[in-house]
């Protein structure tokens, strides 16, 4: 029951800025986005997370429509390091009170030599 | 400092045998996951642990997986009489507390039932 649906696979030339799409349209208005990457054989890694303001670390920058039905990592100087499996998360407060955060298949971004 | 460890690293077992897999959160996180992922798939909740309150298993797939958390840190996640079906990569994460703060995965443990 993941709430996010991103692109399946993205390629992007070395150097360039990679732009990864979610739609996350059924998001509530407390619900944070959160974005992780996976690389091959390795646990999930954090990037970054936001509510509704546009959001920028050392390793991306979160953007955020008005109506946050979407959002867009952006890495602005992708390197072949990059390569990965992205996941935007929507991160649920549960009745009981618990958080879930629930993944989708995410975006299997391959950045090209 | 150190991470979450999780260990086995692989784990190669018959079908039918139980199996217990352990997680070593950051030392003062008090949120603790278990998620599961098979072959090019996402990953899949599986039970979330918040400090002294009850865990929520509602991502546990059947009763044959059970999980605990001992003294708020270690946890072990066991199944019993395992299937083929649970073949995949079991992550653990933890967190300190219920806030904004971000999830800090392990790099799971590979189960593999024959």
């Known amino acids: 029951d993941a709430k996010t649906t991103q692109p399946p696979s993205m390629d992007c030339a070395e150097g360039r800025a990679a732009n990864l799409p979610c739609n996350h349209s059924t998001i509530s208005g407390n619900e944070y986005v959160y974005w992780y990457r996976q690389i091959h054989s390795q646990g999930p890694q954090y990037i970054i997370h936001?509510?509704?303001n546009n959001e920028t670390n050392e390793m991306a920058s979160l953007i955020i429509t008005e109506d946050r039905k979407s959002s867009t990592l952006i890495l602005p100087h992708a390197t072949l390091r990059d390569t990965a499996v992205y996941y935007c998360i929507v991160r649920v407060r549960t009745t009981s009170g618990t958080y879930k955060y629930i993944f989708g298949t995410g975006t299997r971004l391959k950045v090209l030599a | 400092g150190a991470g979450v460890s999780q260990s086995p690293s692989n784990k190669v077992t018959e079908k039918g045998k139980d199996v217990e897999l352990r997680c070593d959160p950051i030392?003062?996180?008090?949120?603790l996951y278990w998620y599961r992922q098979s072959l090019g798939q996402g990953l899949e909740f599986l039970i979330y642990f918040q400090g002294n309150s009850a865990p929520d298993k509602s991502g546990l797939p059947s009763d044959r997986f059970s999980a605990e958390r001992t003294g708020g840190s270690v946890s072990t996640l066991t199944i019993q009489r395992t299937q083929q079906e649970d073949s995949a990569v079991y992550l653990c994460a933890s967190s300190s507390g219920q806030g904004l703060l971000p999830l800090h995965f392990g790099n799971g443990t590979r189960l593999t039932v024959t």
């Open positions: 936001g509510l509704k």
């Open positions: 030392s003062g996180h008090t949120a």
